[in-house]
């Protein structure tokens, strides 16, 4: 299999398959095929959890999955103007990401739903884990930037800018203060510490993010 990404902005996804060679993309996504594929539709909405991720955290309950019968060529595009980038995952490396952040993954990797508690949950949102071994395609919007974190230093991030980091990472949402929060516009900080790398977006769209919570939804009320 061969991916490509298009430019900046407003990214599509290229996939060469091969004979019997899978990819799992969001549905509604495809809109370029040069050969024959077999369609299949898998269904992630018996579980409680999903159902939580879904209305909570933006997941999808159905995939597409996508296996070639041929050498083909295949495009796929997000329903928004986000930006598609590309993280490899293996066995020492995972990632956690934002639930509505998926775009795409080849079939070797697996996406589980964090369990937390409810009062993490509600400071952090949802998250989803993504192991195996093959290659992740997930959206952000505005530019997309990766950053390699020095261990010996703390980052601060404003929650909604980031999309995804590496599992082994130690990340926490703080916050200076109620009133500053109201003041500033800034929402809740992830504070990230670690050997790790990090994936943030320059742009926020309207509801991608879980926004830290359902507490950062209603501080934002206030923006």
Do not use: C
Request: net charge neutral.
């Amino acid at each position: 299999m061969k991916t490509t990404i298009s430019e900046y902005p407003n990214s599509y996804l290229k996939v060469e398959l091969n004979n019997s060679e899978e990819i799992i993309v969001e549905r509604g996504s495809m809109i370029f095929a040069d050969g024959n594929y077999e369609l299949k539709t898998k269904f992630e909405a018996k579980t409680i959890n999903n159902w939580i991720g879904k209305i909570f955290g933006g997941k999808s309950i159905a995939y597409n999955i996508y296996r070639a019968k041929e050498h083909i060529e295949m495009i796929f595009s997000p329903d928004k103007n986000g930006e598609i980038f590309e993280i490899d995952i293996n066995e020492t490396k995972s990632v956690i990401i934002e639930p509505n952040a998926h775009f795409a993954r080849t079939h070797q990797i697996d996406l589980k739903i964090i369990k937390k508690d409810w009062k993490t949950t509600l400071n952090d949102g949802l998250k989803m884990k993504a192991t195996g071994n093959g290659k992740l395609f997930l959206i952000g919007y505005g530019k997309i930037k990766s950053k390699q974190l020095n261990p010996e230093k703390t980052y601060l991030i404003d929650e909604d800018y980031l999309v995804a980091f590496d599992n082994n990472l130690q990340v926490k949402t703080v916050s200076r203060g109620f009133k500053e929060l109201l003041r500033s516009g800034e929402g809740y900080l992830y504070e990230i510490k670690g050997d790790g790398e990090i994936w943030i977006q320059t742009r926020e769209e309207h509801g991608m993010s879980s926004g830290g919570g359902v507490i950062s939804s209603i501080i934002g009320f206030f923006k």
